[in-house]
């Protein structure tokens, strides 16, 4: 005898697709098994005729519609008025004790760093520097629209019940000034139900696995229902194929779409963005330290103006900030009042206290750098330094 498959209509899986099953037959033949059917693919994403047509939303789509533009305000938006002036510019020196504590403090964070110079250095001269950086914040709110999709549990249905309202007339809860955050608001109006298109409405899939066949050939006998000679394998039972794990042997899955519901809710998915757009200027100083290591301080805040819309700053000492301001003003107004609300615009000059310290240890003359407002030390040929190893 042989191992023959039984009918492919004795036994079927809910797509119709034959499960082979074998009956024993005389050893010394190899077993004998039906092919699985072919692996069957749902559509990769929802198809174009899925999406209703909403007023107001026309040119949206899934995956998303790009951003809306903000409507044109009902109201001119108000003028922009100059900052207050600033009657004082000057950069306030730090003290020779000061600068000796901030030494010290970096030699003891440094392992290989003796503190001797830091404590013994007889400080010859201390230079300040006046160095400047200006910040322009821009506050957005941008939205956009995607069709989105979800499985059907019950939720509201209600398309075409009345017209939608307007991406920019839906309210959302925005966070404080210069937060960022992000909302996803579901579109009034706009949720309809459709037969899930990756499954064609079943909730169940032909396994990937098994090709919807519910069983694989057996890895241990490689599909001969033997393992030598004439011993049958028990792996199998002799049949050269096993149940597939992934299905527990069903040939199908439950959709990963619609997770098993049939049905979709289609809707439009609002996405609401708050963010700070911020550039820098800092300004070029020649103490000989690296422009760098000024972006991990903070400085006293000399200058300070938030409004709708900002004028450039007047007035400061050192034109090349004014320049910056001008410079950054007129980017901004280009690049985001177009594109998106402009809910507000920040302003601020810092000043960042940078302090040249020349000292002599040991008959020669050595120099640091004290800066920020968390007096840190910049102190790039340490005198007294030894070679750690770690063994």
Not at 251 to 272: A, F, P
Not at 297 to 308: I, R
Not at 349 to 371: A, D, N, Q, R
């Amino acid at each position: 005898m042989e191992y023959q498959p039984i009918a492919s209509g004795s036994q079927s899986n809910k797509y119709g697709m034959a499960n082979p099953c074998y009956a024993p037959a005389a050893t010394g033949t190899p077993a004998m098994f039906a092919p699985p059917t072919a692996e069957s693919h749902g559509p990769s994403a929802p198809p174009a005729t899925m999406f209703d047509s909403m007023p107001g939303y026309e040119g949206t789509v899934a995956g998303g519609g790009g951003f809306l533009p903000p409507p044109m305000p009902a109201h001119p938006a108000p003028q922009p008025t100059p900052g207050l002036d600033q009657p004082c510019w000057n950069i306030p020196s730090i003290s020779e004790d000061t600068a000796r504590e901030a030494f010290m403090l970096f030699a003891s964070s440094k392992c290989c760093y003796s503190s001797a110079p830091a404590k013994d250095g007889v400080i010859t001269n201390m230079e300040a520097f006046n160095t400047y950086r200006y910040r322009l914040e821009t506050f957005t709110e941008s939205r956009s629209t995607e069709w989105s999709h979800e499985p059907y549990t019950g939720q509201t249905v209600d398309a075409f019940a009345q017209p939608p309202p307007g991406p920019w007339d839906i309210h959302a809860n925005a966070p404080n000034l210069f937060v960022e955050g992000k909302q996803c608001i579901k579109v009034p109006y706009t949720s309809s139900l459709k037969n899930c298109h990756s499954c064609v409405g079943m909730g169940r899939k032909p396994c990937k696995d098994c090709a919807g066949a519910g069983n694989k050939l057996c890895w241990v006998c490689n599909g001969s229902g033997f393992r030598s000679g004439d011993d049958r394998c028990h792996h199998c039972n002799g049949r050269g194929r096993e149940n597939c794990n992934r299905c527990n042997g069903q040939g199908s899955r439950m959709c990963e779409i619609c997770h098993g519901k049939q049905q979709l809710l289609v809707y439009i998915n609002l996405t609401v963005k708050w963010t700070n757009n911020t550039d820098n200027y800092v300004v070029e100083q020649c103490s000989g330290l690296q422009l760098e290591n000024l972006n991990k301080v903070s400085g006293k805040e000399l200058f300070k103006d938030s409004q709708m819309m900002v004028y450039p700053v007047m007035g400061f000492p050192d034109p090349t900030v004014v320049q910056a301001s001008q410079r950054l003003v007129s980017e901004h107004q280009g690049k985001y009042f177009q594109t998106s609300r402009v809910l507000q615009q920040r302003q601020t000059i810092e000043l960042i206290p940078v302090t040249k310290v020349t000292y002599t240890w040991k008959g020669k003359s050595h120099l640091y750098f004290v800066y920020g407002n968390e007096f840190q030390v910049s102190a790039d040929n340490y005198p007294a330094t030894c070679c750690c190893s770690v063994m």
